[in-house]
C-alpha cells in the first residue's frame, strides 16, 4: 500500500516488548492516517556506565542495520497492517536523535521504558517534540503523557 500522504508516524524502537508493540500501534495508527511508518533505532553512545559489560557500539551499529528492517516489516506483516515502512539507524542521544527524526512526524510512538536507562524518555521526547507522544506498554495500551509543557509550537502540528 502506498501512503496518501506525506504523513509520518515515528517509532523509537529497540528489542524490548515494549518497543515491539509500539512498531504495532505504530504501524496501525500510520495505516488509519495514509501515513508512512518511520522506525528509528538509536544506538545511545552516551551514559555507558561500564562500557566493558555492553555490546561496542560499532557492533550494535552493524547488528541493527542488518536486522532491522526485516524486524520492522516482520512485526507489521504478522499483524496485517499494510503501509509504507522506512527504518533509520542513527547513534547519539535517543531522546535527541528521535526528536530530530520527528521533526516533520504527526505522532511519535515509543514503548514503555522498562528500566531506569531510559525512564525519562517520554518526558525528554514530550519536551523536544513538536507532536504527540505516545507511549505503548506490553499489552499494547497507549498513554500521552500530559502536554502542558509541550511546545506551543506543536500544539498545532499534530494532523488528525
Known sequence: MTSQSHETVLVGIDCSAGSAAAVRWAA?????RGARLHAVHVVDLTGRADA??????????????????????????RAGIE??????????????????EAVDASVV??????????ADLPRLLREQCLCPVAVVGVDGGVEFPDTLSHHTAGAGHART
Open 28 to 32: 496501525a495508527e500510520a495505516a488509519r
Open 83 to 100: 503501509v509504507d515502512i522506512a527504518v533509520t539507524v542513527a547513534c547519539g542521544s535517543v531522546a535527541q536523535r528521535l526528536a530530530h
Open 52 to 77: 566493558r559489560l555492553e555490546k561496542s557500539p560499532l557492533l550494535e551499529l552493524d547488528e541493527a542495520r542488518r536486522t532491522l528492517p526485516s524486524r520492522v516489516a516482520g512485526a507489521v506483516f
Open 109 to 118: 510512538a515509543i514503548g514503555a521504558p522498562q528500566g531506569p536507562s531510559h
